[in-house]
């Protein structure tokens, strides 16, 4: 147990580093984060955007040691690690020790997780239980054990639970069935029984989805844009490219090659489990991104059995120079990513709306405090507006008293989480803060009895970047019947 020994302490002391990161970079919630947090105060089986397992985790963190920043980021420090874990023994399972210590490495040091671990997504717990199903799926088929069986069914249960594109797992193992021969699996009792668990874990969402008329699949299709007519090779392009800060500058082009490297791939063993557990979800996030759009980190899953994949071809074949260029460009990207400022600071570099990678989390805890300081004088007013984002930072900066905040639409969209649970409807005679980009906004006159300006919302980021809001007193709100 050499190897996982110095893998205890490469993780133990990384993760050490990334937690004092978070907890002094001083870097405020994103918007996304900060809706995560709101979502996380009133648990369900789903929400607008995501099923609910990133809730639960910000729930459970911020339950620990309360709401600050650091803690609601904490379930990335969490789960990181953990992943490493189960790869290092997927692996090992698949190889050997050594290839099972490099892969791991190579993973916990991915730029994607070293960004990833400064901030709270779905990606976090994507990442461990996909590593978690393929460990699981790898004892199926050596042991066919009961209890591989059902760790195999909680770990898709609890992944379709965090993302949907866990369902890419069922592809790819049903290609490894069906391309290694073992057509029996598909009429074993043994693994209908962890499809049913699967599907009983994931029902609770399934049952929120219908009751509130399946926004989350409906917005999950809106943002792959797949109804844009013909071939985006923009998009494309764009995605390709963020797969170098995905898996890594080396290690990314090195898997491509590996790819077209057959005679190569035949001499791995178990080169074929990988391949069928990263490819389908590569080509299909590609394919959507072709047809219409997708983030570089929505194929994250890809880069566990491609790491898998990787390190065994470069211990095999010994390729120790590009191992350490590979380890070594990631590590000080990463760096460069965690202590971004002070860099440029010592450069000499002004950091700008173009090179501050860093510029949509900034400022917000600044706009929520001269928020309060106008919510202060009208107390019996809520907070109104119509952007997800300023929706959402507000309710974790100001912290309206029992979070209540309302969207404001008169059309009854919905356009994202708060349409869905906010009402104007039964607030009559209310009075609102509106907080918008908007002067003046004309679109609410008809709605109340009268409407008068009372402060702006303003924080300089940078000097050629800053949040501007406008913020109007609406008295009485005469309801929805106003033409």
Known sequence: MRYFFYLVLIVLGLTAYRAWIVLTNGLPLYVDEAQYWYWAQDLAWGYYSKPPMIAAIIAATTAVCGDSEPCVRAGSLLFYPLSTFVLFFLTRRLFDEKIAFIAAVIFISLPAVGLSSLLISTDVALFFFWTLALFAFVRVLDTDAWWAWILLGIAL?????TKYT???FFLSAAFYLILSGRWHFFIKLRAWVAVLIAALIFAPNLWWNWQNHFPTFQHTAEISHLEQAGLHWNSFSEFVLGQLGVFGLVFFPLFLLLLMNFKRLQQLPQAGLLLCFSLPFLLI??????LGTANANWAAPTYVAATSLLAAWLVTWQHKRLLIAGLSINLILVLGLYHYQSLAKGLGLELNAKNDVYKRLRGWDEIGKQYLALQAQYPNALPLA????ILSELAYYARPAG???VSWNPEQQLRHHYDLVTRLTGREGQDFLLITQTQPPTHVLPYFQSITPVGELK????ADYSLNYFVYYLQNFKGLAQE
Not at 285 to 290: E, H, K, P, V, W
Not at 386 to 389: A, V, Y
Request: no cysteine.
């Open 157 to 161: 249960g609890l992944g379709l639970l």
């Open 166 to 168: 866990m369902g890419i």
């Open 285 to 290: 996030i590609s394919l959507q991104a072709l």
């Open 386 to 389: 119509e952007e997800r984002g």
């Open 403 to 405: 979070l209540n905040i």
């Open 459 to 462: 924080q300089p980021v940078h």
